[in-house]
């Protein structure tokens, strides 16, 4: 059975998942790692999830505020062995319900090019490619994305 716990980055299990996806895009990355490790620091975030399936943490996913009407998704993982179970998008899901509650519209995220199938989840789930914004504005490795919540 598959559940999502709403939490805090300071929660054990997000932590724990944390870097296993920080040595996972280390890999993904490459020489590119140091730019896009500035932009994730995973400390201090209100808005993080756990997806739990049984008692076993299997996936993460976070969110904070961009603007005053715009998430930024952030810290989207997995594990290997367990993905294309639906828990990435029962995190997203979950992730844009409590964004709605909390009173936002919108939805932006950023991923890297090479993460086919993030950006395929991604569109599934009605996400479009927009430009980048903010700090991924001119950097090639980056495809950003945008929902509306409403």
Known sequence: MISTVRTTSDNKDFGDLV???DAYLRILDGEDHAFYAQFNKSNLLKNALV???NDLAVGIGAYKEYDSETVEIKRMYTLPEY???GIAKAIVTELELWAKEEGYQFAILET???QKD???LYQKLGYEIIDNFGQYIGVENSVCMKKSLN
Do not use: M, N, V
Request: one cysteine or more; charged letters at 20%.
């Open 19 to 21: 870097i296993q996806l």
């Open 51 to 53: 997806c739990y399936e």
């Open 83 to 85: 993905r294309g179970k």
């Open 112 to 114: 890297g090019y090479l």
């Open 118 to 120: 993030a950006i395929g």
